[in-house]
């Protein structure tokens, strides 16, 4: 019969031996050197990319439908003038700022080739064929390296589409909007992550 000592030094050996996980490996047992590489920076852009879009389903779903179901506020792009809630857009854009101004690197932006505000067109060759891409296969996010002096970032954009008829309504009736014929499931625009790579 194994011992309640054998049993917990196999137990002590199982939990702090090399543990490999999508090429993490790290170890615990401080003899051993600690091995820990990368992780892809695809996977690095999917991960902020379903942070923020979570991020946005809740606030969408959760305060500005809620609170407008209920007839207390509703979202609208004017918030700051009137007593109202910014539009899901608007919160992505503005934490995205806030986020840039960290000055680790990471930025995201909501894009579109049909922008309702100029400023949210492509800003690159990069960006626009990126758009181009995910309009056409909104199933497969566009990715790449690019270079900003001597830094060198890698891009991921991802389709964002009309999911809800409000989407289509809105972009279609905006003042602004290039594009007025956008119909449900339509790709409005893109998500872009941006993450610092080493050289
Ligand atoms: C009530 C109006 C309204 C609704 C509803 C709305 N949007 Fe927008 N959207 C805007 C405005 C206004 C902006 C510009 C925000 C800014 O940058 O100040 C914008 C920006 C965007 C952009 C960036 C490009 C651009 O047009 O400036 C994308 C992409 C986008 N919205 C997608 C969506 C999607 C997807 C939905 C639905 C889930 C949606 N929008 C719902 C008004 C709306």
Redesign the pocket.
């Known amino acids: 019969m194994t011992s309640l000592r054998t049993r917990m030094m196999w137990m002590s050996i199982l939990c702090c031996g090399l543990i490999t996980t999508n090429g993490i490996a790290i170890s615990s047992d401080t003899k051993k050197e600690t091995v820990v590489r990368g992780i892809a920076p695809e996977k690095v852009a999917d991960f902020v990319h379903s942070i923020i879009e979570a991020d946005r389903t809740v606030y969408?779903s959760h305060v500005v439908n809620r609170m407008h179901d209920k007839g207390i506020v509703s979202?609208?792009?004017h918030w700051e003038q009137q007593n109202a809630l910014p539009?899901?857009?608007?919160f992505l854009?503005r934490a995205g700022r806030l986020v840039a101004k960290k000055g680790s690197g990471v930025r995201y932006r909501?894009?579109?080739l049909?922008?309702?505000?100029r400023?949210?067109g492509p800003a690159t060759d990069f960006e626009r064929q990126g758009l181009e891409a995910v309009t056409k296969n909104p199933g497969t996010p566009y990715r790449g390296i690019v270079k900003s002096g001597k830094k060198q970032y890698f891009q991921s954009i991802y389709a964002?589409?009309?999911?809800?008829k409000?989407?289509v309504?809105?972009?279609n009736s905006?003042p602004l909007?290039p594009k007025r014929d956008f119909t449900l499931n339509s790709v409005?625009?893109?998500i872009v992550i941006t993450i610092p790579i080493e050289p």
Do not use: F, M
């Open positions: 969408t979202a609208n792009e539009l899901p857009a608007q854009q909501l894009i579109s049909w922008p309702i505000y400023r949210n964002d589409k009309a999911v809800a409000a989407c309504d809105c972009h905006h909007s409005l625009g893109g």
